[in-house]
């Protein structure tokens, strides 16, 4: 008997594609009486691909095995739900390292020479009639990286090759690695030039980057977001943007995206981009693919390839 597997979201088409080849697919946000479809069919499913899963849904799928999560972060998974009811969960990390790296060393250069603006002061006819100005670069600036896990040493390393200083803070001091740990994120902020924050999601790290830490970061200093835009006080955040108190921001995620405070959308001293830390085709490509692998595993009987439950 085929393997029945339930989404609720659109995946990318190659994972599609192979989820399709090997099991049997049913599509939750396709149906258009959601609970009647569960309360006839969720019986069957021993598989969820995807993500954003939580305790309810679990409850209408009782053969449920396994939750296959297309991403890094597992935050909108409720793993002590699934922890309790023996569902194992996978996630997708390491594939997606250095597309997040490279487009946090981006956000920070676009930021630090007001790239997207001097795009559009070409584009608007603005520079015959004087040059754009002068503006900032990254050599010789320190970077307080919050979270140096295996983005975050990613991220450290680009920021070396681009002459800046590391410095990091998270939970525990790494003996490995050659930068000077912070046990107070306060502290950190105040003596860096830029705070990249990179830590996981969750109710752990909500807030995390309070308006005591942004005042600690200062006028001149500038934040960058490409983890969840809940760990960052975003009221604060814009209202130190607006006045002055902070020096700037290069923002990937917000905290109820896709809407993004309207203030931030008028501010010179920032760059938004609509949360594409890992959007490029061979960075998805190889997270389905790593997706559809944790699912063959599982059902083979053998490890885990990245389990978080």
């Not at 599609?16 to 080849?21: D, F, K, R, Y």
């Not at 970077?143 to 070396?160: D, F, N, P, S, Y």
């Not at 990179?198 to 200093?221: C, F, H, M, N």
């Amino acid at each position: 008997m085929t393997i029945e597997i339930l989404q609720t979201h659109p995946l990318l088409k190659s994972c599609e594609e192979a989820l399709a080849a090997r099991y049997t697919v049913h599509k939750l946000h396709e149906q258009a009486d959601k609970d009647g479809w569960l309360r006839e069919n969720g019986a069957r499913i021993r598989a969820h691909a995807g993500s954003g899963i939580q305790a309810d849904l679990m409850d209408k799928l009782p053969s449920l095995e396994i939750i296959a999560s297309f991403g890094v972060g597992y935050d909108n998974i409720d793993t002590a739900a699934a922890k309790q009811r023996n569902i194992r969960v996978t996630n997708t990390p390491d594939v997606l390292n250095d597309a997040v790296a490279e487009l946090t060393i981006g956000l920070m250069v676009s930021l630090a020479r007001r790239i997207p603006q001097s795009d559009q002061y070409v584009r608007q006819g603005k520079w015959p009639n004087g040059n754009f100005g002068l503006f900032s670069e990254l050599t010789g600036k320190t970077v307080g990286i919050l979270g140096l896990g295996r983005i975050g040493k990613e991220i450290a390393t680009r920021a070396q090759a681009m002459k800046m200083r590391v410095v990091y803070h998270g939970r525990h001091q790494q003996t490995s690695v050659p930068y000077i740990f912070y046990d107070d994120l306060e502290d950190m902020a105040r003596d860096s030039d830029w705070l990249v924050v990179i830590a996981p999601g969750g109710k752990g790290t909500e807030g995390i980057v309070s308006r005591k830490v942004l005042d600690a970061l200062g006028p001149k200093g500038r934040i960058v977001n490409v983890a969840r835009g809940t760990l960052i006080d975003e009221k604060a955040m814009v209202e130190l943007l607006v006045n002055g108190g902070l020096g700037g921001a290069a923002l990937d995620v917000f905290e109820k995206e896709p809407s993004v405070p309207a203030e931030l959308l008028t501010l010179d001293n920032v760059v938004l981009s609509p949360h594409q830390g890992s959007a490029t085709h061979q960075t998805r490509d190889a997270m389905g693919a790593l997706l559809v692998a944790n699912l063959e595993k599982h059902f083979a009987g053998e490890p885990l390839i990245s389990a978080v439950v």
